[in-house]
T-cell receptor, first 113, second 111 residues
Framework: KQEVTQIPAALSVPEGENLVLNCSFT??????LQWFRQDPGKGLTSLLL?????REQTSGRLNASLDKSSGRSTLYIAASQPGDSATYLC????????????FGSGTKLNVKP | NAGVTQTPKFRVLKTGQSMTLLCAQD?????MYWYRQDPGMGLRLIHY???????AKGEVPDGYNVSRLKKQNFLLGLESAAPSQTSVYFC??????????FGPGTRLTVL
């Protein structure tokens, strides 16, 4: 069974710092990997989607990388801002069931002004 | 969360009571999903539907039933609520096999 782990569970950084969030998965046979943002009391918003054949995706200050062979993905946030404070979740899909996401438990990020 | 609405937003039930959560979409997507989110466990898939009139079990289906009688609505039912079903429930929709769009969630407490 695919297991997704995110470390650390919480992270607090000063504004302006570049930071990296980590996601690891146990089965390298993935279909895609997605990073989501969740604000308190809200649903999830998709940030970046990486297909299994891709190595990275970028959107603004966000860059997500994927290393299937090692079962790792990182989300890089450049020049962090207080508005980036949220919980970030990664999720993978596997070819055996394209409808099922395996979610990590998230990293709660606090960017201090 | 544009395009996906969930009703109700909050609910408190007593053990053994029943209720139905409604997910409605206005994006005409084929795929609809119900997840639960518990502290420290991420989101887990309860049931999903790949089109009107179809449903399938996810990772944690026990104690829940679903129906997709209309394409735009996906109902999640609890026939006899248990304290273990205290959670935040999210509905999601998708046009294909890639991204999903999530609703704002329903916070359910079972006493």
């Amino acid at each position: 069974k695919q297991e997704v782990t995110q470390i650390p569970a919480a992270l607090s950084v000063p504004e302006g710092e570049n930071l990296v969030l980590n996601c690891s998965f146990t089965d390298s046979a993935i279909y895609n990997l997605q990073w989501f943002r969740q604000d308190p009391g809200k649903g999830l918003t998709s940030l970046l989607l990486i297909q299994s054949s891709q190595r990275e995706q970028t959107s603004g200050r966000l860059n997500a990388s994927l290393d299937k062979s090692s079962g790792r993905s990182t989300l890089y946030i450049a020049a962090s801002q207080p508005g980036d404070s949220a919980t970030y979740l990664c999720a993978v899909k596997t070819p055996d069931n394209f409808n099922k996401f395996y979610f990590g438990s998230g990293t709660k990020l606090n960017v201090k002004p | 969360n544009a395009g996906v609405t969930q009703t109700p937003k909050f609910r408190v039930l007593k053990t053994g009571q029943s209720m139905t959560l409604l997910c409605a979409q206005d994006m005409n997507h084929e795929y609809m999903y119900w997840y639960r989110q518990d502290p420290g466990m991420g989101l887990r898939l309860i049931h999903y539907s790949v089109g009107e009139g179809t449903t399938a079990k996810g990772e944690v289906p026990d104690g829940y039933n679903v129906s997709r009688l209309k394409k735009q609505n996906f109902l999640l039912g609890l026939e006899s609520a248990a304290p273990s079903q205290t959670s935040v429930y999210f509905c999601a929709i998708g046009a294909g096999l890639d991204t999903q769009y999530f609703g704002p969630g329903t916070r359910l407490t079972v006493l």
